[in-house]
C-alpha cells in the first residue's frame, strides 16, 4: 500500500551535548535529555513530566497515527477477526471454599472482569452446559473504571471469614497499585496501602494484610502490615538491590510467607498466620544459584529445592527446625525430571513434572505413599495445576490443551481418581478438534541427542 503521508516530516529528538564517565570511561550520549530526572514523580503522575520530553513524545505519538492512518481499515478488520475467535462473556470455573465459590465474569463489550461469588451448591453445579448463573457481585471492574484515563484491576482475595475483599488497582498505568479493603456486606472500601505490588495476604484474623511496599526505584522491597484503623507496620525489608521481595499465604492457612528472590537465588521466611504481630522466622539463608519455595502441613515444611538437584527435589523439613541440616528427601532429585510445580493440601502431595518436555501430574497419598499419575491419551499436551483455595479436600483442579484441543478445566478426585469436565475454551469462529491429529515423534540430533518433536496436521494427511 502507497503512503500518502510525507514519512520523511519524521520528528527528530533535538541533539544535547551529554558526556558522563563510568570505570573511566567517557560516554556520549545526545538523547541524556530524554531521560527525565524525575521518573519517580512521572510514575505517579504523568503530568509532571519535563514538557519538552512530553512534547517529544507527543509529535511522535501524532506521527505514527498519521503513518498508520491509510491502514485503519486493516486495522479494524484484523481486529474483529480476532475478536470473533473469543466468547466475550466468557466465565472461570468457580474455586470452592467453605460455603462458597469464588470466580469471575465478563459482560459481552466490556474491557475488566467482574468478581463474582456463589454458594458451594452451585459453584459446584457449574459445567461447560451450565455457567455461573445469577452470582453475587463482589467487584465490577468496569465500575471501578469508570471515568480513570487508565484503570487495571490487579489482586483480589476474600478474607477467611468470607466477609471482606481485599482488592487492588493501578490508577496511573505505573504498575504502582492501591489496595483497599471492602466490606461485602456493604460495598464500602477502607483504604489499607499505595504504592504496593498487587498481592496480598490476609491473616487468619480477617482484618490484617499483608503487602508489598516499591521503593524509591520501583522495586517491590519492604513487607508491611497493616488492619483497618490501625497504623501500618514494616514486617521485612529488603537490603540487596538485587532481590525482589514478595508475599502469599500457605493453602494450610497456617503461615504468611515472605519470598526474597533474584532470578536464580531465594530466600524464604514464614511467620505464624494466627499471630500477625510476630517475627519472621527464616528457613534457610540464601545461598547463590539456590532457589526452594515451602508449603505447609501440620508440623512439617514441603520444600522444593534446586539444592544438589539441578532439575529439583522436594524435600520435608520440620516447622520448629527448617533449616537445610533437617532437609529429608521426599522426591527425589532424577536427573532430566524436571519437578515444576508442587501443591500439598491435607491428604495428597501433588507435583507437576516434565519429561523429555512431556508434562505429567503425580498425586501421592500422605498417609500410606501410594502413588499415581494422571493419564491422557493425546501424544503431546500442557498441563497445569491450580492450587484453589481448600486445604482438607480430594480435588484437584487442573488444565488441559494440545494443538488439538482447546483449553480444558478440570476437577480431579485424588482418592477416587474420577475426573470431571467444567470447562472447555468455545472458538465462536469454529474448531472441531476430530478433524487434526497430534504426533510426538523423537528425532536423533547430530550429536545422538533424542528431541522430541510434535506435530499437527489434519486426521486426513497420508502419514507417508
Known amino acids: 500500500m502507497k503512503l500518502d503521508k510525507d514519512v520523511s516530516a519524521r520528528p527528530a529528538a533535538d541533539r544535547r551535548p551529554s558526556r558522563t564517565t563510568h ?37 511522535e505519538n501524532d506521527y505514527t497515527e498519521d503513518v498508520l492512518e491509510p491502514f485503519q481499515d486493516i486495522q479494524k478488520a484484523l481486529f474483529t477477526e480476532l475478536r470473533g475467535r ?23 463489550g466490556a474491557e475488566h472482569p467482574r468478581l463474582i461469588r456463589m454458594a458451594r451448591h452451585a459453584a459446584e453445579a457449574v459445567s461447560p452446559d451450565a455457567p455461573p448463573s445469577a452470582p453475587e457481585i463482589l467487584l465490577d471492574a468496569n465500575r471501578e473504571a469508570l471515568d480513570q484515563a487508565y484503570f487495571r484491576l490487579g489482586s483480589a482475595s476474600h478474607s477467611p471469614d468470607h466477609e471482606k475483599l481485599v482488592w487492588s488497582a493501578d490508577r496511573t ?79 494450610s492457612g497456617g503461615y504468611i510467607v515472605i519470598d526474597a528472590h533474584d532470578h536464580q537465588t531465594s530466600e524464604v521466611r514464614i511467620l505464624d498466620a494466627h499471630d500477625p504481630a510476630a517475627t519472621p522466622t527464616l528457613i534457610a539463608p540464601r545461598l547463590e544459584d539456590e532457589e526452594y519455595e515451602v508449603a505447609h502441613h501440620g508440623d512439617a515444611l514441603y520444600i522444593k529445592t534446586n539444592r544438589d538437584a539441578r532439575d529439583y527435589k522436594i524435600v520435608r523439613a520440620p516447622v520448629d527446625a527448617p533449616g537445610r541440616d533437617n532437609w529429608e528427601d521426599v522426591v527425589p532429585h532424577r536427573p532430566g525430571v524436571l519437578i515444576v510445580a508442587m501443591i500439598v493440601y491435607a491428604d495428597f502431595l501433588v507435583w507437576l513434572e516434565r519429561e523429555n518436555a512431556l508434562p505429567r501430574i503425580v ?27 481448600e486445604f482438607l479436600t480430594n480435588t484437584l483442579r487442573f488444565t488441559y490443551s494440545s494443538m488439538t484441543t482447546p483449553h480444558e478445566v478440570w476437577d480431579y478426585d485424588m482418592a477416587s481418581r474420577e475426573r470431571r469436565l467444567r470447562k ?41
Open 424 to 464: 472447555r475454551q468455545q472458538v465462536p469462529s469454529g474448531h472441531d478438534p476430530s478433524q487434526y491429529g497430534t504426533r510426538r515423534l523423537m528425532a536423533k540430533a547430530a550429536d545422538g541427542a533424542e528431541v522430541p518433536v510434535s506435530l499437527y496436521h489434519r486426521a486426513d494427511t497420508p502419514i507417508d
Open 363 to 389: 498425586i501421592r497419598r500422605l498417609a500410606d505413599g501410594d502413588e499415581h499419575q494422571i493419564a491422557f491419551d493425546e501424544e503431546a499436551y500442557s498441563l497445569g495445576i491450580e492450587e484453589g483455595h
Open 173 to 251: 498505568g505505573g504498575e504502582m497499585f492501591s489496595m483497599v479493603m471492602r466490606d461485602i456486606a456493604t460495598g464500602k472500601d477502607t483504604p489499607l496501602f499505595d504504592n504496593v505490588t498487587p498481592a496480598n495476604a490476609i491473616a487468619a484474623d480477617a482484618r490484617t494484610v499483608f503487602a508489598v511496599e516499591l521503593d524509591e526505584n520501583h522495586r517491590p522491597a519492604k513487607v508491611i502490615a497493616r488492619a483497618p484503623g490501625e497504623e501500618m507496620r514494616t514486617i521485612y525489608e529488603e537490603t540487596d538491590p538485587g532481590f525482589f521481595t514478595s508475599v502469599s499465604k500457605t493453602l
Open 86 to 108: 473469543i466468547v466475550e462473556d466468557d466465565w472461570s470455573v468457580p474455586s470452592v471454599d467453605g460455603h462458597y465459590g469464588y470466580g469471575a465474569s465478563y459482560n459481552r
Open 23 to 59: 570505570h573511566g570511561i567517557p560516554l556520549d550520549d545526545p538523547y541524556a535529555w530524554l531521560r527525565a530526572h524525575n521518573w519517580r514523580e512521572v510514575m505517579q503522575d504523568p503530568s509532571v513530566l519535563a514538557d519538552d520530553i512530553a512534547e517529544y513524545l507527543d509529535d
